[in-house]
């Protein structure tokens, strides 16, 4: 591939090519071997057109481990304010000869738009409600982990569903991998025809945790609500939190997830995501730094294989 715009297009083996590299990096990065030369003379430009605290600073961190030259554009500070277009944006930026663009976007399909104007490899950190493919990549790597395996695993996704990228590209990742998926949330936050992905749904959080390996939070997104429904925080977290009572219906060994970021005391309780024995949050960070490493280490691959296009 020459982008990494969504686990869409990947095929398991290739997922577990991406896995086992960024296995490798984490060993690295835990012996505190910080430098190796994979991205060395390449140039790495992130742009940001949403908050992040995660995922930009693991890209970034991630490029400065491999010895590109890494950029972070300040969107708030760009001429976007001036009303440049995002396509324009990325033209000026590729006519500088990046050879991996890192975006975040608001727009579901902004990514995969830009990706077809430039002459780059572009890694898509988050596109609106649509893929957020290195996030189920570290997401997949932290369970590969903790469970010994990436196949036939219950895995239970729990939350505002309708409004997010996490979620989708996880079900597509999860998926392709065999595990058996419940969605779990009010329905009014699940996406219409859900079903047909061949999941399982409930809206009951103590019948859709029975017995699962994994139970992944999902924060209320609420950047994403445009004026639908939006429940109460209290309300919310008395039906969907997840809280120890909740959790125990999951198998006893079961792991505890989140994205980030997170609102303790509404999708979860602060003692089950600081509880080392069922959490792998702090986990999920630490493989970010290393799946990041893995995806852009690929991706340099194939571009020093093939001749750069001329700029038309
Ligand atoms: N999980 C995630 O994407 O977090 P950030 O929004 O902080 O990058």
Known sequence: HSHLLGIEPLAPPEITTILDLADQYVDLNRRDVKHADALAGLTQINMFFENSTRTQASFELAGKRLGADVMNMAMQASSIKKGETLIDTAMTLNAMHPDLLVVRHPQSGAVDLLSQKVNCAVLNAGDGRHEHPTQALLDALTIRRAKGRLHRLNIAICGDIAHS????????????????????????????????????????????????????????????????????????????????????????????????????????????????????????????????MAAMDLLARNLRARPKAVMA
Not at 218 to 246: C, H, N, T, V, W
Not at 262 to 288: K, Y
């Open 165 to 292: 990228r996490v979620a989708r590209s996880n079900l597509l990742l999860l998926g392709k991998m065999e595990n058996r998926i419940r969605l779990i949330g009010p329905p009014t936050l699940m996406p219409s025809g859900i079903r047909d992905f061949g999941v399982e749904v409930f809206d009951d959080m103590k019948q859709g945790l029975q017995d699962v390996d994994v139970v992944m939070m999902l924060r209320l997104q609420r950047e994403r609500m445009d004026g639908g429904f939006i429940p109460s925080e209290r309300e919310y977290y008395f039906r969907y939190g997840l809280d120890a009572e909740k959790l125990a219906y999951a198998k006893p060994d079961a792991i505890v997830m989140h994205p980030g970021p997170m609102n303790r005391g509404v999708e979860i309780d602060g003692e089950i995501a600081d509880d080392i024995n069922r959490s792998v949050i702090q986990e999920q960070v630490e493989m970010g730094v290393a799946v990041r």
